[in-house]
């Protein structure tokens, strides 16, 4: 006759394999982990960034695991509405993703009233408001130093929000305006008068006519000043 109290330890040994292979993975740690790393991912933007990740099943199928790896899937960013992956780098070999929510709070600049294409922008056309700029237009400004003197291409209703594709830096020269064309190469420079032949912002390639006649190619700059370099 078996020994009863062998057979109750091999039970008991059983029910132990048993309960470590069911064993599951709390969620916890794995939203834990996700946080910290859209934590890292946003650090340094404007305003009040707020996180939220949903946490994985309680009920999960996934074995417990003692160290991950967060990430964010091809194609996505840690801004507004996204996914994030898990993956277990020891004691198990799983991934997963979790959805996320980001938000920005922070001012944005919109138009103080109805703006007119090609008119400069002003202190005065400009207002700011605050909102979540992951809810906002791509491209949604949110420093006037990069609205002020910019120019509407077409009207702009008051208290929308401005974004860069909508305006455009004014001309450095215009065409048929008096400039002064800079040459420069090793050793020489040389200050003349020329003739635009086109508009052009700065750092834009334009023509212009040279006192000889000639019409020559150089860098437009701020000023109504045209650099060639030799």
């Not at 996505?76 to 780098?89: D, E, F, I, L, S």
């Not at 860069?164 to 008068?193: H, K, M, Y």
């Not at 052009?200 to 437009?220: C, D, F, L, N």
């Amino acid at each position: 006759m078996k020994n009863p109290v062998s057979r109750f330890s091999i039970a008991c040994g059983f029910l132990l394999l048993s309960s470590c292979a069911l064993a599951t993975q709390e969620p916890a740690p794995v939203k834990a982990a996700a946080e910290e790393f859209l934590r890292t991912q946003t650090k340094g933007l404007p305003g009040e960034v707020t996180i939220s990740v949903e946490a994985p099943h309680a009920d999960n199928s996934l074995q417990a695991c003692t160290a991950f790896e967060a990430f964010l899937p091809q194609g996505a960013r840690a801004w507004g509405k996204t996914n994030v992956g898990v993956r277990c780098v020891a004691g198990a070999n799983w991934s997963l993703y979790l959805r996320a929510r980001i938000k920005v709070m922070a001012p944005y600049l919109v138009a103080a009233h109805a703006l007119t294409p090609g008119q400069a922008l002003r202190q005065e056309d400009i207002a700011t408001q605050k909102g979540d700029l992951t809810q906002l237009p791509t491209g949604t400004l949110t420093d006037p130093n990069q609205a002020l003197g910019r120019l509407p291409g077409y009207g702009i209703q008051s208290r929308q929000p401005l974004r860069t594709d909508q305006l455009r830096q004014p001309p450095a020269v215009q065409r048929g305006q008096n400039i002064t064309v800079i040459s420069r190469g090793e050793g020489f420079q040389v200050s003349t008068e020329g003739v635009a032949l086109g508009d052009a912002v700065a750092g834009q390639v334009v023509q212009v006519k040279v006192p000889s006649g000639q019409t020559r190619s150089g860098i437009a700059q701020p000023g109504g000043v045209v650099e060639m370099n030799y």
